[in-house]
C-alpha cells in the first residue's frame, strides 16, 4: 500500500488549544481509559509518542523509566513538560533520531492521518521497537461523524477504515493485538451533550457500535518473519543418513581420481 499524497494537518497552536477545551478533555480521558487498560504498567520501560501525545503520554511520565514526545516537522513543537527539562524534538517521522530496538512503547496519535508517507514512518517505528515492542494507534474512523467535521483535529487528514489500518500494520510487520474505538458521541461542545458524553461512550463501546470517531488498534513488533523463511529453506535440503553421506563423498573422491 502506497500513500504519498498531500493531506491538510492542524498546527501545534490549534492542537494545543483543543486540549484545552472541555471536548478535548472529554477526548482525551477517552482514549487515556484505553491506553491504561493496554499498558497498565509502563515502570522500567522506555516510551514514545509520535505526533502530538503529550496530552496522553502525562499519564505515563511518572513511572515511566523515559518518555519522549517526537513531532513532526509539518506540525510544530513546544516544550514538554511544562516545567522542567524539556522531553520533546522537532523530527522528521521517517528519520527518528534514536537507535535501533531502544524504545519499548510507542504511541501515535495525530500522527499516520496528517502524514506524506505513512508507509516510512511505520517502517521507522518498527526500527526503533525493542523485539515484542508495542504500538498503539490512535486514528480517525473513515466511518466516524469526527472525522467529517473539521472543529477537531481528528476532522484533518486522511482518515482510516480498520482494513485500511490491518493492511498498512502487516505490510510494516506488525501484529495487531487488540481493536477498539472510542469517542461515540458527536463532536459537539454543547453542555447537554457533554453531560450525555461518558453515557453515550459506555453503551457505544459495551455494544461495539458503529460510527465511533477513532479507532484504537494495539500491535506489536513482528521478529520472526526471517527466521521463519531461513528454517524453510533448511527444510528445503534433502536430509541423509550419516551412512548415506557418507558414501556419497566416498562416490565423489573415487570420480575425481578417475
Same mark, same amino acid.
Request: charged share 20%; aromatic share 8%.
Given at each position: 500500500?502506497?500513500?504519498?499524497?498531500?493531506? &491538510?494537518?492542524?498546527?501545534?497552536?490549534?492542537?494545543?488549544?483543543?486540549?484545552?477545551?472541555? !471536548?478535548?478533555? !472529554?477526548?482525551?480521558?477517552?482514549?487515556?481509559? @484505553?491506553?491504561?487498560?493496554?499498558?497498565?504498567?509502563?515502570?522500567?520501560?522506555?516510551? !514514545?509518542?509520535?505526533? /502530538?501525545?503529550?496530552? /496522553? #503520554?502525562?499519564?505515563?511520565?511518572?513511572?515511566?523509566?523515559?518518555? #519522549?514526545?517526537? &513531532?513532526?516537522?509539518?506540525?510544530?513543537?513546544?516544550?514538554?513538560?511544562?516545567?522542567?527539562?524539556?522531553?520533546?524534538?522537532?523530527?522528521?517521522?521517517? &528519520?527518528?533520531?534514536?537507535?535501533?530496538?531502544?524504545?519499548?512503547?510507542?504511541? !501515535?496519535?495525530?500522527?499516520?492521518?496528517?502524514?506524506?508517507?505513512?508507509?516510512?514512518?511505520?517502517?521507522?517505528?518498527?526500527?526503533?521497537?525493542?523485539?515484542?515492542?508495542?504500538?498503539?494507534?490512535?486514528?480517525?474512523?473513515?466511518?466516524?461523524?469526527?472525522?467529517?467535521?473539521?472543529?477537531?483535529?481528528?476532522? /484533518?487528514?486522511?482518515? /482510516?477504515?480498520?482494513?485500511?489500518?490491518?493492511? @498498512?500494520?502487516?505490510?510494516?510487520?506488525?501484529?495487531?493485538?487488540?481493536?477498539?474505538?472510542?469517542?461515540?458521541?458527536?463532536?459537539?461542545?454543547?453542555?447537554?451533550?457533554?453531560?450525555?458524553?461518558?453515557?453515550?461512550?459506555?453503551?457505544?463501546?459495551?455494544?461495539?457500535?458503529?460510527?465511533?470517531?477513532?479507532?484504537?488498534?494495539?500491535?506489536?513488533?513482528?521478529?520472526?518473519?526471517?527466521?521463519?523463511?531461513?528454517?524453510?529453506?533448511?527444510?528445503?535440503?534433502?536430509? &541423509?543418513?550419516?551412512?548415506?553421506?557418507?558414501?556419497?563423498?566416498?562416490?565423489?573422491?573415487?570420480?575425481?581420481?578417475?
Amino acid at each position: 500500500m502506497q500513500c504519498q499524497i498531500s493531506v &491538510m494537518a492542524h498546527d501545534i497552536v490549534d492542537l494545543r488549544a483543543f486540549y484545552a477545551t472541555a !471536548l478535548g478533555r !472529554l477526548a482525551r480521558r477517552v482514549v487515556t481509559e @484505553f491506553l491504561r487498560a493496554r499498558w497498565d504498567s509502563t515502570v522500567g520501560l522506555s516510551m !514514545l509518542g509520535i505526533g /502530538y501525545a503529550p496530552p /496522553y #503520554l502525562s499519564a505515563f511520565r511518572s513511572e515511566a523509566l523515559r518518555t #519522549l514526545a517526537f &513531532m513532526p516537522a509539518a506540525l510544530g513543537v513546544v516544550n514538554w513538560p511544562g516545567a522542567g527539562v524539556s522531553s520533546s524534538a522537532l523530527v522528521e517521522t521517517n &528519520m527518528l533520531p534514536l537507535p535501533d530496538a531502544s524504545i519499548d512503547r510507542v504511541l !501515535l496519535v495525530h500522527g499516520l492521518e496528517t502524514s506524506d508517507s505513512p508507509e516510512e514512518m511505520l517502517a521507522e517505528i518498527w526500527r526503533i521497537l525493542t523485539p515484542g515492542g508495542r504500538l498503539i494507534i490512535v486514528a480517525p474512523n473513515r466511518g466516524g461523524v469526527w472525522a467529517r467535521n473539521d472543529t477537531t483535529p481528528f476532522g /484533518y487528514g486522511r482518515p /482510516y477504515s480498520r482494513r485500511q489500518l490491518r493492511e @498498512f500494520l502487516k505490510e510494516a510487520q506488525f501484529s495487531p493485538m487488540h481493536w477498539a474505538e472510542g469517542l461515540y458521541m458527536a463532536p459537539s461542545s454543547r453542555r447537554m451533550m457533554l453531560r450525555l458524553a461518558p453515557a453515550i461512550e459506555k453503551i457505544g463501546q459495551r455494544l461495539s457500535l458503529p460510527g465511533a470517531g477513532v479507532h484504537l488498534v494495539e500491535a506489536t513488533k513482528q521478529v520472526y518473519k526471517a527466521v521463519a523463511v531461513r528454517r524453510v529453506a533448511r527444510n528445503a535440503l534433502p536430509q &541423509m543418513s550419516p551412512a548415506a553421506a557418507a558414501n556419497r563423498l566416498e562416490r565423489q573422491r573415487r570420480e575425481k581420481a578417475d
